[in-house]
């Protein structure tokens, strides 16, 4: 007898109610692709054209804005959710990693290990912030606590720029293994030979705002939108007994409200939860992905508002008696 009580779809019904939002519009794709990277270049030529020094900083602001969106369409480029039989497009895709500070040989390895293994308690580190127990942060020695505590440390994240891109995405994998991640020291190259270029034809002001702002910008909120998309209050940890792909993408991958404006310049990357259950679906699918699956319709959710920030970054081991994320 059919009650009309529809029962919540969960694990592999789950994820296959998502596949027909999986689909790209490959029109839609190129039109954002290229009015992104149009926007950017013009923005990027406005902080050396400008004569206004105001109109300059406000051109390199809004720079970094254009490249975390541009980043985030990359990012799907990566995942295969859009344009992935266009030669042309991987192509561009990989220039951008490289110019980026984030080349594909490093990028589409740690992330995939990020996405395989979400919220585990052994082997997220790779691609994430790295994650303790309180019991091993307190049995680890006072190195170790100073080197994770430093991974997920506010000032760690706000110079993303430096730690997690200069350092962790190119200097540490070139340096690790230089034969795979050769495209890592390149990027490291290029990015210092238009820095001595822009010194050279710009001055050092032309330095600061086409290049050092942006990134400083685009880093700092990139690296926060992946640490709190992962740590915030609500978020499960599992080992690998309890763990499954579906329950690590609805309960340990947040969905950040954001309005209308940074949802354009963040490219939807807000809608994280649909994202991991699905990597397949084009970024500017996921909010109808949303709308349609009532299964995704209450996620665990955080902010850009400065308060949850701030509870988020409190957070720094994992309470197994209480099953919740802690201070030390």
Same mark, same amino acid.
């Given at each position: *007898?059919?009650?009309?009580?529809?029962?919540?779809?969960? %694990?592999?019904?789950?994820?296959?109610?998502?596949?027909?939002?999986?689909?790209?519009?490959?029109?839609?794709?190129?039109?954002?692709?290229?009015?992104?990277?149009?926007?950017?270049?013009?923005?990027?030529? =406005?902080?050396? *054209?400008?004569?206004?020094?105001?109109?300059?900083?406000?051109?390199?602001?809004?720079?970094?804005?254009?490249?975390?969106?541009?980043?985030?369409?990359?990012?799907? /480029? /990566?995942?295969?959710?859009?344009?992935?039989?266009?030669?042309?497009?991987?192509?561009?895709?990989?220039?951008?990693?490289?110019?980026?500070?984030?080349?594909?040989?490093? +990028?589409?390895?740690?992330?995939?290990?990020?996405?395989?293994?979400?919220?585990?308690?052994?082997?997220?580190?790779?691609?994430?912030?790295?994650?303790?127990?309180?019991?091993?942060?307190?049995? =680890?020695?006072? %190195?170790?606590?100073?080197?994770? @505590?430093?991974?997920?440390?506010?000032?760690?994240?706000?110079?993303?720029?430096?730690?997690?891109? @200069? #350092?962790?995405?190119?200097?540490?994998?070139?340096?690790?293994?230089?034969?795979?991640? +050769?495209?890592? @020291?390149?990027?490291?190259?290029?990015?210092?030979?238009? =820095?001595?270029?822009?010194?050279?034809?710009?001055?050092?002001?032309?330095?600061?705002?086409?290049?050092?702002?942006?990134?400083?910008?685009? #880093?700092? @909120?990139?690296? #926060?939108?992946? #640490?709190? /998309?992962?740590?915030?209050?609500?978020?499960?940890?599992?080992?690998?007994?309890?763990?499954?792909?579906?329950?690590?993408?609805?309960?340990?991958?947040?969905? *950040?409200?954001? %309005?209308?404006?940074?949802?354009?310049?963040?490219?939807?990357? %807000?809608?994280?939860?649909?994202?991991?259950?699905? =990597?397949?679906?084009?970024?500017?699918?996921?909010?109808?992905?949303?709308?349609?699956?009532?299964?995704?319709?209450?996620?665990?959710?955080?902010?850009?508002?400065?308060?949850?920030?701030?509870?988020?970054?409190?957070?720094?081991?994992?309470?197994?008696?209480? /099953?919740?994320?802690?201070?030390?």
């Amino acid at each position: *007898m059919d009650t009309g009580v529809r029962v919540p779809r969960s %694990g592999a019904e789950l994820i296959l109610a998502t596949r027909p939002f999986a689909s790209e519009q490959p029109l839609r794709s190129w039109w954002c692709l290229l009015s992104t990277t149009g926007l950017l270049a013009a923005s990027l030529s =406005a902080t050396l *054209m400008l004569a206004h020094p105001v109109a300059r900083v406000a051109a390199s602001l809004l720079s970094a804005l254009f490249a975390l969106r541009l980043f985030v369409i990359y990012h799907d /480029q /990566q995942h295969y959710a859009i344009l992935d039989n266009s030669r042309i497009a991987a192509g561009f895709m990989w220039v951008f990693g490289i110019l980026a500070l984030s080349p594909s040989s490093i +990028w589409r390895s740690s992330h995939n290990h990020h996405h395989a293994h979400n919220s585990r308690l052994r082997g997220s580190h790779i691609g994430s912030f790295p994650i303790m127990t309180s019991e091993a942060y307190q049995k =680890a020695s006072r %190195g170790e606590r100073a080197g994770y @505590l430093f991974m997920r440390h506010p000032l760690t994240v706000m110079f993303g720029y430096l730690f997690i891109f @200069l #350092y962790g995405m190119c200097l540490a994998p070139f340096i690790a293994n230089p034969r795979k991640h +050769w495209d890592s @020291l390149l990027a490291l190259l290029v990015h210092g030979a238009i =820095a001595f270029l822009l010194v050279s034809r710009a001055g050092w002001t032309g330095l600061l705002l086409f290049q050092t702002l942006p990134c400083l910008v685009l #880093y700092a @909120l990139g690296s #926060y939108l992946f #640490y709190a /998309q992962h740590n915030f209050p609500g978020v499960v940890f599992r080992d690998n007994s309890g763990w499954t792909y579906e329950v690590a993408a609805l309960e340990s991958s947040s969905y *950040m409200r954001l %309005g209308p404006v940074m949802a354009w310049f963040t490219a939807n990357i %807000g809608y994280h939860h649909i994202h991991h259950l699905n =990597a397949k679906i084009p970024f500017y699918r996921l909010p109808e992905a949303m709308r349609a699956l009532p299964e995704l319709q209450a996620p665990k959710c955080t902010s850009l508002h400065p308060a949850e920030v701030c509870r988020c970054f409190r957070l720094k081991v994992w309470d197994v008696a209480r /099953q919740r994320m802690t201070g030390c």
